[in-house]
């Protein structure tokens, strides 16, 4: 954890859901890293971990892992780290005390794994529980049904190399059995194989294909598989996968998924970033071309967003905008490179370097990005950056002298974890022999190349790659961003606002229409007959999207209903207002604030009147700006709080859903005061208590303060005031989701001779004018203010305690 400068460890920090199954109480890191020390020529740190592993690592976990991901990294790390402490001591240079402790702790692992393919299929469970298997509800797993192809086909370099260097045929046998299985099960037609798999009947659950999340490592370890054990029938089974790929998925520079029984209709219109590995695989299989043009659309695409998005459209725009520093990229460059010996691959390298010691690089570490848009950081550096991505671009720019052996003797994994090619000639008699004769006959692979091409007689002219670059990059260029009406860097989504004409325009062009609800939402509708062009109806459609997308984050974390209760003469705390809260500023579980008005009433723009709104709460209308843009100016002018009140006459909270006002959609950690929201009906009573009163103080809570604990709502003390108590100053602004149930007092609107609301001529917040009254009068009015004061507060409560 980079940010927070701490290791991450299971049960002590909140779940991150299936992300965190690849903890296991295991040390991952240091395991996942072993080998790097060794190619980095750090062999005394990586003596000492290797002896930190033996010492404190410990596999009997009463914990659910990932099969998929225990396997890759930790059986791979040991495995790696193995294989390098073997070859330090046959150099006498370290580790000559070494005696395959490391070993030992694989094939221990193994074991603890080998109860996830207890299946009819073959197929592993995706998860298993390291002390009790996968039977008996002690395991608190075993239930289950599917799991992704590359989880069930990314297991045969492991166990293979694990049954090799320990003479034990059952991990490899298992293995085995899972590849034969999908392999089975592909679809005839295509040769396609789906996403995701039913572990016991075999059925595909996903039947969308293509390279990239779901079954990526599949393919890589079909033909990983034979250049490490020399079985053919790996390279027979890759060659006819590898050419329906060609067929159906890849359209150069593009690999878009496909439906495996209707492989020429592309499934969806984006792309995710695990498949920059595919690159490197064409380089193994030796087909240059498509490579290069592959890899250089992804590299237009890291250059225009600094890293590579998660996921990314047709055009190259942002469709997932985080990046865990993914080693994708780098490892394609990295095999581009080897193959081309293209300078221009080194210039590609640099470009991811840069941008990581400029963008990701924090104190304890690198920080993944949590949106490559606005460059916000996520409190994450997964094992997988040292492990491969370091790996990757150590190799891109070492010389022969600077690696301390010859990586052509090894063969990475798909988290380049090292596994010596020498495995190929390990005994293998003890493993059950199958009668491949029928697979033979169907795998009539002639026409395939059975040997690597000689790219300097591929590309004997220089210029030859920069022909199929050239294109691509003019595509990308073209297309990413398009010009557009909206602030650079954004997306349309982002910055649309209802009441600007020039978006309106944009959304009727797109075949767009906007709905104005009667409680202040808007609705979009599309109809793409409406749209001006096809691709402005594609544009809708994409625009429809991210505001679905836009809207189901806003949603996703919930904040329950906020207080905005008046505290000075002559209310002292009887009305509590039902408030909306912000999913960005100030936490109000420690605030007390006061108020007063702005110039522009909409604060959509820099406040003309900052010196009556500094050190007071502003009171901003709905509208014309995004509700984040109004924190910021107000908090330029020195305001401590603001509330937003709605412009749409009418809106209540007793009639309208509670809602929370969401962020601009990009970093918001400059905005530090808090921000609550009231519909027109409760701001209309914060209004005539300031317009009748000049002077009016306010309480902004997670909840309305019992008045039995507030003696004096009047005088805030200095506690109080460190609290953050103070006045209301009248800065209407507009832009904010809604919430508003309100404590409604009956209080009649008297005539004043005083200026209208006072607004702009605020008083210091510990000066409240109390105007003289008449007894009777008052009395009557406090009278109903104390019965809808208990009405509304017993609301407010309840409201709490339904978790609104």
């Known amino acids: 954890m980079p940010l927070t400068c701490r290791g991450r460890v299971r049960g002590l920090e909140p779940s991150r859901g299936d992300v965190d199954d690849a903890l296991g109480k295991f040390s991952l890191t240091l395991i996942d890293t072993l080998d790097t020390l060794v190619l980095l020529n750090k062999t005394a740190e990586f003596e000492e971990a290797v002896k930190r592993v033996l010492k404190d690592v410990r596999l009997d976990n009463d914990i659910v892992v990932s099969v998929f991901e225990t396997n890759i990294r930790v059986l791979g790390g040991l495995l790696g780290g193995h294989s390098m402490a073997v070859m330090l001591k046959e150099r006498g240079e370290r580790m000559l005390w070494y005696q395959d402790e490391l070993l030992h702790m694989a094939k221990d692992l193994g074991i603890r794994l080998l109860p996830a393919f207890n299946t009819s299929s073959g197929l592993p469970y995706p998860r298993v529980n390291l002390r009790h298997g996968v039977q008996g509800p002690e395991t608190r797993t075993g239930t289950e049904t599917d799991t992704c192809t590359a989880c069930a086909g990314t297991i045969i370099l492991e166990f293979a190399a694990l049954s090799r260097f320990t003479g034990d045929p059952v991990f490899e046998a298992h ?11 592909r679809q005839r037609n295509s040769n396609l194989v789906g996403k995701t ?15 990239g999340a779901g079954i990526d490592s599949y393919y890589e370890y079909l033909l990983k598989a034979y250049i490490l054990l020399g079985d053919d029938q790996f390279l027979q089974r890759f060659n006819i996968h590898y050419a329906s790929i060609m067929k159906y998925i890849s359209q150069p520079p593009l690999l878009l998924d496909v439906h495996i029984h209707k492989p020429l209709l592309p499934a969806r219109t984006w792309m995710d970033s695990l498949l920059a590995f595919f690159p490197g695989l064409q380089v193994l299989k030796g087909d240059i071309r498509p490579a290069i043009e592959t890899h250089e659309m992804l590299y237009q695409v890291t250059k225009k967003h600094n890293f590579l998005p998660e996921a990314f459209t047709t055009d190259f725009r942002v469709h997932w905008a985080q990046h865990p520093l993914r080693p994708e990229f780098a490892e394609s460059t990295y095999f581009l490179y080897k193959a081309t010996r293209d300078p221009y691959y080194l210039e590609a390298g640099r470009t991811v370097l840069e941008n990581l010691n400029r963008f990701a690089r924090v104190p304890c570490g690198f920080a993944a990005m949590k949106d490559v848009r606005t460059g916000s950081h996520e409190d994450r550096m997964d094992s997988f950056f040292l492990a491969e991505t370091f790996k990757y671009l150590f190799l891109l720019f070492a010389e022969e002298d600077d690696l301390p052996f010859d990586v052509e003797d090894y063969v990475f994994t798909t988290e380049a974890h090292l596994l010596p090619l020498s495995l190929s000639m390990a005994l293998r008699s003890d493993l059950p022999t199958t009668d491949n004769s029928t697979a033979t006959e169907e795998l009539d692979d002639s026409n395939f190349e059975w040997t690597c091409p000689n790219t300097r007689l591929l590309f004997p002219d220089p210029a030859y790659p920069r022909n199929f670059r050239e294109p691509i990059r003019s595509a990308v260029d073209k297309s990413c961003p398009r010009p557009r009406l909206f602030r650079s860097g954004s997306s349309l989504a982002q910055d649309f606002m209802a009441n600007n004409p020039e978006h309106l325009e944009l959304l009727r062009r797109m075949g767009v229409n906007l709905i104005h609800l009667k409680d202040g939402r808007v609705q979009l509708v599309q109809h793409a007959t409406q749209a001006v062009s096809a691709v402005a109806a594609e544009d809708g459609m994409r625009f429809m999207q991210e505001m679905m997308e836009l809207s189901s984050q806003q949603q996703k974390e919930q904040l329950p209903p906020r207080a905005v209760q008046i505290i000075s003469h002559p209310f002292f705390g ?16 420690k605030s007390n604030l006061g108020v007063s008005r702005s110039k522009p009433y909409t604060g959509c723009s820099e406040l003309s009147n900052a010196e009556f709104v500094a050190g007071r709460i502003a009171l901003l209308q709905r509208g014309q700006c995004m509700f984040a843009e109004k924190a910021r100016n107000i908090q330029k002018a020195g305001a401590i709080g603001g509330i937003v009140i709605d412009d749409n006459e009418g809106s209540s909270s007793d009639t309208a859903p509670l809602f929370q006002m969401a962020g601009d959609g990009r970093s918001t950690d400059d905005v530090t005061l808090p921000l609550l929201f009231l519909f027109h009906k409760e701001g209309n009573i914060l209004l005539e208590a300031l317009k009748e009163h000049r002077e009016v103080e306010v309480l902004l809570s997670e909840k309305a303060r019992d008045r039995g604990e507030e003696t004096d709502m009047r005088r805030p003390n200095a506690t109080e005031q460190s609290d953050v108590q103070n006045n209301i100053s009248p800065n209407l602004a507009r832009g904010w989701p809604e919430i508003g149930l309100t404590l409604e007092p009956n209080i009649e609107e008297e005539e004043s001779e005083q200026p209208e609301a006072g607004l702009g001529e605020e008083t210091p917040a510990s000066a409240v004018e109390e105007p003289v009254e008449d007894d009777d009068a008052n009395s009557q009015s406090v009278d109903s203010l104390m019965a809808d004061w208990q009405e509304d507060l017993e609301a407010f409560k309840q409201m709490e305690k339904d978790e609104l």
Not at 198 to 205: A, L
Request: glycine share 10%; hydrophobic share 45%; proline share 2%.
């Open 175 to 185: 293995a085995r059995r899972a590849m034969d299985f999908l392999w089975e099960k």
């Open 197 to 211: 798999i039913n572990i016991h009947s075999g059925e595909w659950v996903c039947r969308d294909s293509g390279v």
């Open 574 to 589: 009887r009305v509590v207002l039902t408030a909306g809260p912000a999913q960005f500023g100030m936490d109000l579980s």
